[in-house]
Every structure is written in structure tokens, then in C-alpha cells.
């Protein structure tokens, strides 16, 4: 289901485009960091072949890890993943997740974006750093006014026990498709970081646990 690919729709709070009046929505976005609508819709097959691209990575663990049935179990590895912003970062990530291919075109303010080999379940971040925000509560609360105004959505973010991170998961119709989202607010030591995994609806029982574990995972690798 590559046509997935097209609803990240989640993009970088910019106060000097919010002081220019130029506040926008796109597909499923929040306030943005320009007006420029990205692309939605099917891909065709040259691309789906440049979506297989392995992501580059390395085993950071011997311990034993598995997702899937007993029928079908599928490794997961610490895999190092260096975003555009030339910051690294650590996520235990099933064998059968991969980079997905172009996705700065998709989407310039993903600081990297991943999905699994069948492309049904994908991940994403948004990294901004913390000189350009008060504090963490701060960023959050405009995280979450975005989300109220643009999407009407009454879900407010909770804390993950034993973590500074909060979370949502909450569903839309977007262009047809009923899209859930699970999404993270969390603070690096040098940002703050909207990451966010996203399936059908008629996908998310069964993909909640497998998004949850990996981002759960996220940790920003010192520089």
C-alpha cells in the first residue's frame, strides 16, 4: 500500500511564518514552516522499486528480539539511522523495516521517514531545536493546539511512564483514506522532536504494539 507513503502530513512549527500571517494547513500537517502543498496520492512503479533502498545501518546488540507470529518472527536489531540534520539516532527496528526512498521531496521537514518492506506501517520525525522554543511544555501545548484547531480532535497527550515524552494516537479521513496516527512529543539534549508512526485504521490493533516498541526505542546518539 505505497499510497500511504503520502500521509506523514506532520511538519516543523515556524514562529517566523506564524509573525508573517502565513499560517497554513496541508493534508494532514500542522502549522507550517511554508505554504507549499506536498504531494498525496499513489506513487507509480519506478518508484515503489526506489522504496525497496535498504536502510543503512548497524547491529548495536547481540540480545535476542523478534516480532510477528510464531509462524512468521521477524528479528529486530539497533539499527543507527543519521537524519538530515546530520543528527544519529538509535531505534530497535524489525529486520524488515527500511528507509523510505525520496522522502525529503515528500516531505523536507521529515528528518527521516521509514516503513516496512510491505509499506502498510511507516515512521517519521520532525526535529527542531530547542534554542528556538521556551521549554518542552511549551513546544508540546503548540503541538497540541494544532492538532485541536486543524483536526477538531479532543485527544490530548499523555505522559509515557518513566519518560519526559508524551503521546496521542488519534484517527482522521484524509482524502478517502482513514489514516491512525501514534504520536510522540519528546526532548533530545538538543531538540525536540515530534516522531510519529502512522497505519489504516483497519491496521492499527494489530500494528500499535510493533510502532509503540520502536519508538519507544528512539534515543539521539551524542554527537
Known amino acids: 500500500m505505497p499510497y500511504l507513503r503520502a500521509y506523514y502530513r506532520i511538519n516543523k512549527i515556524s514562529f517566523l ?19 507549499t502543498e ?33 509462524e512468521n518472527v521477524i528479528p529486530v536489531e539497533k539499527q543507527t539511522i543519521t537524519g538530515v540534520s546530520g543528527y544519529s539516532y538509535s531505534l530497535e527496528l524489525p529486520t ?50 494544532s492538532l485541536a484547531s486543524n483536526f477538531g480532535t479532543n485527544a490530548t497527550f499523555l505522559p509515557v511512564p518513566g519518560t519526559q515524552t508524551q503521546m496521542v494516537d ?3 479521513t484524509v482524502e478517502g483514506l482513514n489514516i491512525h ?14 516522531l510519529y508512526g502512522w497505519t489504516l485504521a483497519s491496521l492499527f490493533d494489530s500494528s500499535k504494539d510493533e510502532l509503540t516498541k520502536i519508538m519507544d526505542s528512539f534515543q539521539e546518539l551524542p554527537q
Open 17 to 35: 511564518k506564524k509573525l508573517e500571517g502565513v499560517l497554513g494547513l496541508v493534508g494532514f500537517g500542522l502549522f507550517l514552516a511554508g505554504c
Open 38 to 70: 506536498k504531494p498525496s496520492g499513489s506513487v507509480d512503479s519506478s518508484t515503489k522499486e526506489k522504496e525497496r533502498t535498504q536502510l543503512s545501518s548497524t547491529v548495536g546488540s547481540s540480545e535476542t528480539a523478534s516480532t510477528g507470529t510464531s
Open 96 to 145: 524488515n523495516w527500511q528507509t523510505v526512498a525520496d522522502f525529503e521531496s515528500l516531505n523536507p521537514d521529515n528528518d527521516f521517514m521509514l516503513s516496512d518492506s510491505l509499506q502498510t506501517k511507516f515512521l517519521a520525525a520532525v526535529v527542531e531545536s530547542k534554542q528556538d522554543f521556551a521549554d518542552f511544555d511549551s513546544y508540546r501545548a503548540l503541538v497540541q493546539d
Open 170 to 172: 488519534f484517527a482522521a
Open 181 to 194: 496516527y501514534l504520536y510522540y512529543v519528546t526532548e533530545t539534549d538538543n531538540n525536540y522532536v515530534q
